[in-house]
DNA sequence: CGGCAGTTTGATGTTACTCAATTTAAGTGG
DNA sequence: CCACTTAAATTGAGTAACATCAAACTGCCG
């Protein structure tokens, strides 16, 4: 719940990751300029990852939001995951070149990229990257497993209400929250990709949760009026 | 489409996983017995794996079919994913114990289970190991995306297409397929669990399937008459 | 022959989608 | 500070997709 320890809090949080890659040198000063890793500024709105193109890195979102996503060809759009600060955008792309989904900034973010083979070099040497990845990894395969029980079984109510607590949670994690208030850059289009039902139906499934008292989402900030019956609605178990 | 190379017509089949643990020993004659390594034959319908258990081994089905789902207090159940011969049950579970989903045979199955700690070691010691499991960790992840995809986005006509076609695939990738006839022991309440739909609809959705001339199911056979347009209704692109 | 599990069919209800109009909010330039 | 513009959210009415319930039907096995 504090940022004491952020992956114990939340093991999706991939800063484990990367500083494992990194070699901790997160807290030292000013060092040699490393070639085969760099950060980039990404306006709001901008696309960084291009579904089936390759990629010679590794990507991290340092600072800001994003999402990774699927377009199809008639313009139905899954967002398959938020990317919050300190995730990597996938365990997979460690080990493929070819993306196989799109990435975009929600926010004005910052991204670090680090060179592939310079990753798995570290991996091959050092136990310490390969926990962190495995942990990633593990964490990442179980909660798409809860996504697809979610998009398979849960009603609309349902899903949204999953969503909310799950980006609580991971927001959480990585912050300090205080009276319920959580900063949450969404569009209620984005929740629609993200759950699976249009962008009317959240408006007013929202306005129904608002009316009930139980959460309240405006002007990027998402206030929980009643954690316990947004639990009842939208946790798994 | 043969079965000549298995891993790379189908990257999910992970056998080259189990091979590369095993030393490739699975030409070999009679051995040394494992202590480490164990077979197990499993009825029909009986469940191997519990949810929120801890499993001091790591799973592979060798024979017959399963599934893995997860199933909700009130009955609700998503099937995650089929599993066939040479499949690893989920990456994830070689480096967590405890079990974030259940497993079940669908047919009477032959399952392997190696320790962890044994596994953990050769994939410490052997790169190819390495390598084995991190393919099947992006075919896994890479299947799940795919899934989120269906579930949040597509019709349920689709989403029955796009199963049947996706376990065609996986099918064809381990045996010989002729006439389009795919050996197929799933009940319809399976197909409903799996796309998230209920089981009267699937019935509803396949009978229209053979009015229409695309697919036939029955007997534990799935005879494709229109593979064409089955593809236009549930291929992702 | 009877029983059982699975499938099919029909009738009806509910959820969520679609289309379109309206309101609100957030800039932007004068 | 105020008109103007634009994106996003809200609301209403009508519709389509899918769920639910219940009954009938099929094939299989003891």
């Known amino acids: 719940m504090n940022n004491l320890s952020p992956c114990a809090a939340c093991p999706h949080y991939a800063l484990g990751f990367c500083d494992a890659v990194l070699g901790h040198s997160g807290d030292a000063g000013p060092e040699a300029p490393k070639r085969w890793q760099y950060h980039r500024v990404v306006p709001a ?9 390759r990629y010679p890195d590794v990507f991290v979102l340092c600072v800001g939001w994003g999402f990774r996503f699927v377009q199809l060809a008639d313009g139905r759009r899954q967002i398959l995951q938020f990317l919050l600060p300190g995730d990597l955008f996938s365990v997979a792309s460690v080990f493929e070149e070819r993306a196989h989904f799109s990435v975009k900034a929600l926010t004005e973010a910052q991204v670090s990229g680090m060179r592939r083979g310079e990753v798995k ?16 990894c593990s964490a990442e395969t179980e909660c798409s497993d809860e996504m697809a029980v979610v998009l398979g079984q849960y009603s609309a109510e349902e899903r949204i209400a999953f969503l909310l607590l799950h980006l609580m949670r991971r927001i959480a994690a990585r912050s300090v929250i205080r009276g319920g208030q959580y900063p949450f850059p969404l569009r209620q289009q984005h929740i629609a990709d993200a759950v699976g039902v249009t962008a009317v139906h959240v408006s007013r499934t929202l306005g ?7 959460v309240e989402f405006s002007n990027g900030v998402l206030r929980v009026l009643d954690q316990n019956e947004l639990e009842r609605i939208g946790s798994l178990n």
């Open 121 to 136: 070099s570290r991996l091959a040497e050092n136990p310490a990257v390969v926990a962190a990845l495995a942990r990633t």
């Open 208 to 214: 129904a949760f608002r009316d009930r008292g139980v």
């Open 45 to 53: 709105g901008d696309q960084i990852v291009a579904r089936n193109h």
